[in-house]
């Protein structure tokens, strides 16, 4: 797989806007690598520059120091702006910040038409996009009537309507219900293994990350940990010492091994647990 988003040491802080308030630093010298077709999820508690590293993806926020390239391109490049969120969309905890029209399927069809896209092509994207997400029979509805997980699944539409080759989601089932969550996360799935969209995913449920190919931990603007989860939460107490948690089965795990119960540290999902705590009591 190419290599489809680069951080070179990338450093950054929020200047004060204040004079004499001082600058806050979030990121520091981070270098990250993601690649065309991965799903990365991206864990750290609050204020740990998760969101702010997010952004830097699509040149919402651009580096102190260092350069991300979007595709070899420099995010830092005012000209490229456009050409950089063509090939990577965002989509925010609050899907009510995204609609901006009275019916579905305008509301998809809102960036496209911004592009001066042919009528045809909209309809046909449009319908593409609806269908992808599981919203086809809800295009003529208004966005205000849906769920929550139903309007996150439209702003999702809105994005992929736009043929980007990357999503990046900022804690998109944050304020969602349990229903919610599971709705908009098939809906990632499925873009990223039938489609092959990139997908970084910002979340702080530990149970979430488990699907992705790739877990990266923030921690103090800085990368802690970027490996597979199986890796990555084997290291439970390290990921409590950031403020982190990890899926309640490997929690599971994790103290029946203290207590001398010799069962797997590569535990993510009950049917893993299950499988292993069967083989220990056939022993």
């Given at each position: 797989?190419?290599?489809?988003?680069?951080?070179?040491?990338?450093?950054?802080e929020?200047t004060?806007?204040?004079?004499?308030?001082?600058?806050?630093?979030?990121?520091?010298?981070?270098?990250?690598?993601?690649?065309?077709?991965?799903?990365?999820a991206?864990?750290?508690?609050?204020?740990?520059g998760?969101?702010?590293?997010?952004?830097h993806?699509?040149?919402i926020?651009?580096p102190?120091?260092?350069?991300?390239?979007?595709?070899?391109?420099d995010?830092?490049?005012?000209?490229?702006?456009f050409?950089?969120?063509?090939?990577?969309?965002?989509?925010?905890?609050?899907?009510?910040?995204?609609?901006?029209?009275?019916?579905?399927e305008?509301?998809?069809?809102f960036?496209?038409?911004?592009?001066?896209?042919?009528?045809?092509?909209?309809?046909?994207?449009?319908?593409g996009?609806?269908?992808?997400?599981?919203?086809y029979?809800?295009r003529?509805?208004?966005?205000?009537?849906?769920?929550?997980?139903?309007?996150?699944?439209?702003?999702?539409?809105?994005i992929?309507a736009?043929?980007?080759?990357?999503?990046?989601?900022d804690?998109?089932?944050?304020?969602?219900?349990?229903?919610?969550?599971?709705?908009?996360l098939?809906?990632?799935?499925?873009?990223?293994?039938e489609?092959?969209?990139?997908?970084?995913?910002?979340?702080?449920?530990?149970?979430?990350?488990?699907?992705?190919?790739?877990?990266i931990?923030?921690?103090?603007?800085?990368?802690?940990?970027?490996?597979?989860?199986?890796?990555?939460?084997?290291?439970?107490?390290?990921?409590?010492a950031?403020?982190?948690?990890?899926?309640?089965?490997?929690?599971l795990?994790?103290?029946?091994?203290k207590?001398?119960?010799p069962?797997?540290?590569d535990?993510?999902?009950?049917?893993?647990?299950?499988?292993?705590?069967?083989?220990?009591?056939e022993?």
């Open positions: 797989m190419d290599k489809l988003i680069q951080f070179q040491h990338v450093s950054f929020y004060g806007d204040e004079e004499g308030k001082a600058s806050v630093p979030v990121l520091h010298h981070v270098d990250l690598a993601i690649r065309q077709g991965e799903f990365v991206v864990l750290g508690h609050n204020g740990s998760k969101s702010t590293l997010a952004k993806i699509n040149a926020l651009r102190t120091d260092g350069v991300v390239y979007v595709e070899g391109i995010t830092s490049d005012d000209e490229m702006v050409e950089i969120r063509q090939r990577v969309g965002m989509v925010f905890q609050n899907p009510d910040n995204q609609l901006v029209a009275t019916v579905v305008e509301d998809v069809a960036g496209l038409e911004n592009l001066g896209i042919a009528p045809a092509e909209i309809r046909r994207r449009v319908d996009a609806l269908h992808d997400v599981g919203m029979d809800f003529e509805h208004a966005p205000h009537q849906l769920s929550g997980g139903q309007k996150q699944r439209v702003a999702i539409a809105g992929i736009m043929n980007p080759k990357c999503i990046v989601l804690e998109p089932t944050a304020m969602l219900d349990p229903r919610g969550r599971q709705e908009v098939k809906t990632i799935r499925r873009l990223n293994q489609h092959g969209t990139t997908v970084v995913f910002i979340t702080h449920f530990m149970d979430e990350a488990v699907s992705a190919d790739r877990v931990v923030v921690d103090d603007g800085k990368i802690l940990m970027d490996s597979t989860p199986q890796e990555v939460f084997r290291h439970v107490e390290k990921l409590k950031v403020g982190l948690d990890v899926p309640q089965v490997t929690e795990a994790y103290k029946l091994r207590n001398g119960i069962i797997s540290d535990i993510l999902t009950v049917p893993d647990f299950v499988q292993a705590f069967q083989k220990i009591m022993a």
